[in-house]
């Protein structure tokens, strides 16, 4: 038996269909339904649905073999117990800084909002900035608006959310895809069923 984790939302939309050209259907059936440990149209494979931040707990602990999650995630979770096999490339967006344009960023301490405090931390370390970072877990955009923070750490695709709400992106810390990952002890135990899908899902890449 394999249990594949899933990322929800808009890694979800384009997981499946790249999970689909490997070989591995969900039909839109389960997909619909309350479950929440679905099935697919192979016996021995199964698959959960999970909010991305969870996915790489849930590999982590072996409560999953394989998962599919941002690199941002990954990042934030440290992906300790676990092995980032491949780059699905898909999902690709910028963990970046952004500032409404008249913003001073030249603050003895830095205030930030973000979801990524880890990532962000590593960051302004690196560059010898003095922050304190404030976790959110959404509407990172608001924080500069209502002077919450003096900017902000954030996923950027389009530009279009930072834009609609008069902030422009500054550094850019890091490009982000999906990843496929694999519990470190199943990539052992199960190595030639992980390698196998391994195989069929780069072969679809
Ligand atoms: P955009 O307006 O296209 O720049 O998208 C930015 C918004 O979408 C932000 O709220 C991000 O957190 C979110 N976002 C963008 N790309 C991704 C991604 N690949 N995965 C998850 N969230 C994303």
């Known amino acids: 038996m394999l249990t594949i984790a899933l990322s929800k939302g808009r890694i979800l939309e384009q997981t499946l269909p790249l999970l689909e050209k490997a070989g591995l259907v969900v039909s839109a059936e ?19 649905i999970i909010r991305a931040s969870d996915v790489p707990v849930f590999v982590q602990h072996g409560a999953a073999d394989i998962g599919i999650a941002g690199k941002d995630v990954l990042l934030e979770h440290g992906a300790n117990g ?10 690709k967006c910028r ?3 952004a500032a409404e344009p008249s913003q001073d960023l030249n603050q003895s301490t830095l205030k930030i909002a973000t979801k990524y405090v880890n990532s962000t ?3 302004f370390q690196a560059k010898g900035q003095q922050v304190e970072v404030i976790k959110l877990y ?11 923070a003096h900017c902000i750490v954030d996923l950027v695709d389009t530009g279009n959310t930072l834009k609609a709400n008069g902030l422009i992106p500054l550094d850019h810390i890091q490009d982000i895809s999906s990843r496929l990952v694999v519990n470190s002890a199943s990539f ?3 190595h030639t069923e992980i390698k196998d899908w391994l195989t069929r899902i780069e072969a679809n890449l």
Request: glycine share 6%; charged share 25%.
């Open 138 to 148: 959404g509407a990172m955009e608001l924080a500069p608006i209502v002077g919450l």
């Open 30 to 48: 389960e997909l619909k339904s309350r479950k929440l440990i679905l099935d697919t149209n192979l016996e021995d494979v199964k698959v959960i």
């Open 188 to 190: 052992n135990t199960k």
């Open 95 to 97: 963990l970046m800084v």
């Open 121 to 123: 931390k590593q960051y």
């Open 82 to 91: 676990l092995f980032e096999l491949l780059d699905l490339g898909i999902a």
